[in-house]
């Protein structure tokens, strides 16, 4: 299967050849809600191609029809899904590869970014009937288990925890707050329940009964947290033997991450994070941003130590392993400015893969100038 990654090179090829230090970045729209159409919400969003991504900004909403002074921004990415995708389609790309990696011993991990409200939770847990990348993925790995159960003994372990303002807890069994600890595999949340997953069945309800768990905003009681992250981790572990019957055993882990919204922590440069850390915004969101920029400019130290979410995430940032992106967005134009950061941030994150080769691009088209792309652009927004 061939991804465009505009070198025509395999998905699993470039996993292999990068050792892991690169980062795969997808941007996924969501469709607009029924009460953004109500409210006279505008589509500022269009993907085109599975790959391109282009931002419209109406600069004065009556001019909307004069077609006066109006941008449009391109952005690209490995891939794009228009909100037309499946969440099946959003989980092959994004993380299928992943899971034969974590299945020989390797770590991966996969992220959603974005402002509240822009799709993540629905693109990692999603609903009962429409089930998101944390289940379909549970899904794929007892399928790839089962397939190779005469090879050796796999077994898969659940832990689903949270990071609420520096505070880590256990979404499987809330209580006290975790402490996390160094030890020979690295940071561990001690106490940490790790449940034994033999199904499939059981899991998007224990997947739904933890995410119940997450930190409410106190304000708005029944609305899980902005600024809660969720990780869901899988291990799995391999054990066979080998002919001289030495038992081996290869442990793989997948993180699947909800992060906080972003809406409150931006920072694509290290001055804007230098005057928000100040500010006490969601530490583990700049923090990441940080371990981020730190990766993108090669630098040796990256500040894993700054926030629980990078300590917890120390060994599935780096080092050998995968990493996913996956930017989730809203159509709507009251959105624009949020949308329009993650879609900076995530050009931005793009980079530790294609540092040198390749152009950061981005279009300004001026309506009156050069009319004929934006009006292209114009009239398939139109069609939403
Ligand atoms: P976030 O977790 O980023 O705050 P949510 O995932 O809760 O946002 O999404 C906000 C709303 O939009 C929810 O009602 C969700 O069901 C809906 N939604 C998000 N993405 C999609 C999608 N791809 N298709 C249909 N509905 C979606
Ligand atoms: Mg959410």
Redesign the pocket.
């Known amino acids: 299967r061939k991804l465009s990654m505009g070198n025509g090179a395999e998905k699993g090829e470039n996993f292999e050849a990068c050792g892991g230090s690169r980062i795969m970045v997808f941007v996924?729209l969501?469709?607009m809600?029924k009460k953004e159409r109500e409210n006279g919400s505008r589509c500022c969003v269009k993907v085109l191609n599975k790959r391109d991504v282009y931002l419209t900004e109406f600069t004065n909403d009556n001019d909307y029809l004069r077609l006066k002074r109006l941008r449009v921004r391109h952005f690209t990415f490995d891939s794009s899904f228009p909100?037309t995708?499946t969440q099946r389609e959003v989980y092959s790309t994004t993380t299928g590869d992943l899971l034969e990696a974590v299945l020989e011993g390797r770590n991966g991990s996969v992220f959603?970014y974005?402002?509240?409200?822009?799709?993540?939770?629905?693109?990692m847990l999603g609903?009962m009937e429409?089930p998101g990348v944390m289940v379909l993925a549970i899904k794929d790995l007892f399928a790839k288990v089962r397939e190779r159960s005469l090879d050796g003994n796999h077994t898969v372990h659940l832990s689903y925890l949270e990071v609420y303002n520096e505070t880590v807890r256990d979404l499987l069994s809330p209580g006290r707050p975790l402490i996390l600890r160094e030890d020979k595999q690295g940071i561990v949340a001690a106490g940490l329940t790790q449940y034994r997953a033999y199904s499939t069945d059981e899991v998007m309800a224990l997947l739904q009964r933890g995410n119940q768990n997450r930190t409410t905003e106190p304000t708005r009681c029944n609305e899980t947290s902005?600024r809660s992250h969720a990780i869901l981790q899988v291990v799995v572990e391999y054990k066979t033997r080998d002919g001289s019957k030495n038992i081996i055993s290869r442990v793989g882990k997948l993180s699947l991450i909800?992060l906080a919204?972003s809406e409150r922590a931006i920072a694509t440069d290290q001055r804007t994070l230098r005057s928000l850390e100040g500010a006490n915004i969601n530490r583990s969101l700049l923090a990441l941003s940080s371990c981020i920029n730190a990766l993108v400019e090669g630098k040796k130290h990256i500040p894993y130590r700054n926030s629980k979410l990078t300590q917890l995430l120390k060994d599935s940032l780096g080092g050998l392993c995968n990493t996913v992106m996956i930017a989730?967005i809203s159509p709507s134009n009251h959105s624009f400015g949020e949308t329009q950061n993650t879609l900076h941030w995530a050009d931005r994150a793009k980079e530790i893969r294609v540092k040198g080769c390749e152009v950061n691009e981005e279009v300004v088209v001026q309506v009156s100038e050069g009319p004929d792309q934006a009006k292209l652009v114009l009239e398939l927004q139109e069609e939403n």
């Open positions: 996924r969501r469709p809600g909100e995708t959603c974005g402002a509240t409200g822009a799709g993540k939770t629905y693109t609903t429409n902005s909800d919204g989730n």
